[in-house]
Every structure is written in C-alpha cells, then in structure tokens.
C-alpha cells in the first residue's frame, strides 16, 4: 500500500516535472545514522534521495527562520512542538493532513502538542512528562492517593533519609499539582489555540494545587533548599524513597544499580477525583511550507519515519519515550535500553499531561511562577497572593 502510494506521486510529480531528485532533513546527531538507513529504502521506492544533515539541536530552529523565508534550507526538520506558534505564524511550516496519519496510535498529548488552530503541523516521535519513580528496597507499590502518598513518604523521612523530594520551585515540575487541581497556564481549544489573555494560573484550582505543594514543606516531608542535584544524587545513593522526575533520569538510575519502579502521576488522585496532570514535551518532525517537494516529503515523514518501525528506531538511537503507544509492542519483542514497562509507565504519564504552550507568551511564565512558588513553600507569602502577584507578573510581561 505504501509503494503503491510512492509510485502514485512519483507519476504525478514526473507528468508536471516540479519536484527535484532530492529532500534535505536537519537532524541532530541522534537520528542522522537510521534516517539515512530508511531514506535510502525510500530512495529504492521513488528515485528521491534523501540527505540527512546533522545540524545541533539548539541551531535548527534558528537557522531554519533564516534559510526557509529566503526558499532555502531543508525540506524536513527535526524539532520540539513549543517552535510550532513561532513557525506556522511566519508561514514556514506545513500542515499534514490528518486523513494521512494514524493518528489513534499516538498519545492524544502528543498529537495535541503539533496541532495549531485545528491543523496537525507536525508528527510526534517523541513524548516526555514527569512522573514518581520509587526504590523498591523501600516502596513495593506506590499509593494512589496523595494523603497516604504523604503518609508514606513521612515514614521515610529520617536524618538520613527522604521519603519523597523534587525541586519544587521548578514550575516544570510543580505544574503537575497545580494543572491536576484544576489551574491552567493559558487557556486552549483544538480549534481556536492558545487564548493569552485567559490566564489560570490564580484560579481555584491552582490555589488548591499550590497548597498541596505548601503541604510537602509544612509536614516536613521536602527539606527546604532541596534542588535537583540534590533529589537525583540521593535517588541514586538510595538515600530517597521516591522523587519527581523525568525519563531522561531513567538510564543514569538504572545505571546506579537501583531496583526502581515509576507510577504515572497521572494515577495519583490529589482530591475530589482530580490527578496529576504534568506538563508534556513533544519533540517531531515538521515539513518546510516553502519547499518545492512537500508531497515527497511528507510522504517520507508519514510512511517511513513516522510508522511504528521508524520511531522505535528513533526510540533505540535517542531513548526518549515513543509517541507512538504501538512502539511498545516492538520493545517488549527486541529489548531497548530502557525497560518496556518504564517506558509504558511514561507513556501513561505523558498520554495525559498537558502539552507546554507552544507560545512566546510563555516566557515570562517560568520565572513568575518559580517565585511565587519560592514565596509559598518558604512562608514568605501565602498561596493566593503570590499567585496574584504572578498572573499580574505575567499579564504585564505579555502586554509590553
């Protein structure tokens, strides 16, 4: 079915003679050795080579806002869905068609993150989202709801030792209890996007999901100047019962020789039915507007990169969490390099998260929630004010 597809464009395309004898992809270092593998079954099936470029991360997105207006640069990137609002609004990416994509096999989150104003501008190879990582020398299953979380996790704070720790002033982090209550950084519509001027971050919810945070600190659970080195090193050590964080941490833990399962906090109930619901980072492939040859390149990011084959060969040379959920299937049947049911327990976490708003707005977000949450979990302020003082932060960042 696929080659029939390929064939079909290549006559297409040869009858009006507009498509050149090649694609060009800006890919980091990961990905460039199997893109190059699949693009020349691709090049078997069509005649199209592909040419796979390593460019750094952090300088696709800069360089493609140079080359793409100027009809340079390539016709496929490798990029994170928060350069979706950036890119479409100066009209250097395309949309993919949805009726193209097998779209029930991706994490709804992840489908969500490239969808711009009703329109899929990307597809999602990768997912990412925090969750709780236990040692099973100390939990054998982690509660459900977040008053014997907290239960437990007092039975393991001693002089020595912590029953749970993250770096709480990280709004990355905390977000999962202040979205899970109800809270919203800006409001969203498939349809419609982002709504800037409707800002939740005050809300009922997130004053509730703040005081849970407050909680942490109050019942002496988190030592206060708790940071990131610190929860990792002590996770690693085997001085910490259970801490928040990501699946980038997942081989270095394994590799420390921790016996450690994950829970989705998506599974923790905070109260009255809500869960944890943590942020979400997407990163896919995205197609150049400006491109003469955006049918064969789309062709090549639906049916070759982007099949379950494809991303578990993203998964093996980058081990990001697949955000194709069928990927799993592939990884119980070869191995990878992290367990399948650390990767599933992600998965789970990432599938209902929310995506980061993939808008310039977000900027001044970070730091004005990172100290109002510093004021809150200090005692400085308390929750309802310091939210206040954050949204006003935010609000005046944004009409400047």
């Known amino acids: 079915m696929k080659k029939l597809l390929v064939l079909s464009l290549v006559a297409l395309f040869a009858t009006v003679a507009v498509f050149a004898n090649s694609i060009v992809v800006w890919s980091s270092e ?26 750094n991360f952090g300088d696709i997105k800069s360089k493609f806002l140079t080359a ?29 068609p949805k009726s193209a994509v097998e779209v029930d096999k991706y994490a709804d989150s992840g489908i969500d993150a490239f969808t711009w104003e009703g329109k899929l501008y990307g597809l999602p190879y990768a997912i990412e989202s925090v969750s709780i990582y236990y040692n099973k020398d100390y939990v054998d299953e982690v ?40 809270g919203y950084v800006f409001d969203w ?18 004053i509730a999901g703040a005081k849970i945070i407050q ?17 990792n090193s002590m996770f690693k ?27 989705p906090v998506t599974e923790l109930n905070l109260g009255d039915g809500d ?10 492939l995205m197609i150049n507007a400006r491109s003469e040859n955006k049918a064969f390149a789309t062709e090549f990011v639906v049916n070759y990169l982007a099949t379950q084959e494809g991303i578990y060969n993203f998964y093996i040379a980058d ?26 327990s992600f998965q789970k976490a990432a599938a209902g998260g929310v995506p980061m708003p993939s808008v310039p707005e977000m900027a001044p977000v970070w730091s004005a929630m990172e100290e109002a949450i510093l004021n809150i979990i200090s005692g400085t302020q308390e929750v309802e004010p310091a939210l206040n003082d954050a949204v006003n932060k935010i609000t005046t960042a944004i009409s400047e």
Not at 70 to 96: K, Q, R, S, Y
Not at 159 to 174: C, N
Not at 215 to 231: L, V
Request: proline letters at 6%.
């Open 143 to 182: 509660p459900t709801n977040i008053e014997d979380f907290k239960a437990l996790a007092k039975e393991y704070t001693t002089d020595e030792t912590v029953g749970f720790i993250y770096r709480a002033e990280d709004f990355y982090f905390s977000s999962t209890f202040i979205q899970g209550k109800g």
């Open 215 to 231: 909680s942490f600190y109050e019942e002496g659970i988190i030592p206060q100047g708790a940071n990131y080195d610190t929860m």
């Open 319 to 344: 081990p990001r969490l697949p955000a194709r959920e069928d990927v799993s299937q592939i990884i119980v049947e070869r191995g990878g390099p992290i367990p399948e049911d650390i990767v599933s």
């Open 237 to 263: 050590e085997g001085l910490a019962a259970m801490v928040l964080n990501g699946p980038w941490a997942a081989k270095e833990y394994l590799d420390a020789g921790i016996d450690y399962g994950v829970f």
């Open 275 to 284: 869960t944890g619901k943590p942020f979400v980072g997407v990163q896919g």
């Open 68 to 96: 793409a207006p100027a009809g340079e640069g390539p016709d496929i990137i490798v990029g994170a869905h928060d350069w979706v609002g950036e890119l479409v609004t100066n009209g250097l990416i395309e949309p993919i």
């Open 189 to 206: 519509s498939a349809e419609e996007g982002y709504d800037v001027s409707d800002i939740g971050l005050n809300n009922e919810g997130a």
């Open 30 to 55: 990961q990905q460039v050795d199997f893109m190059r593998r699949i693009g020349e079954e691709f090049a078997r099936d069509t005649g199209i080579n592909v040419e796979v470029e390593q460019v």
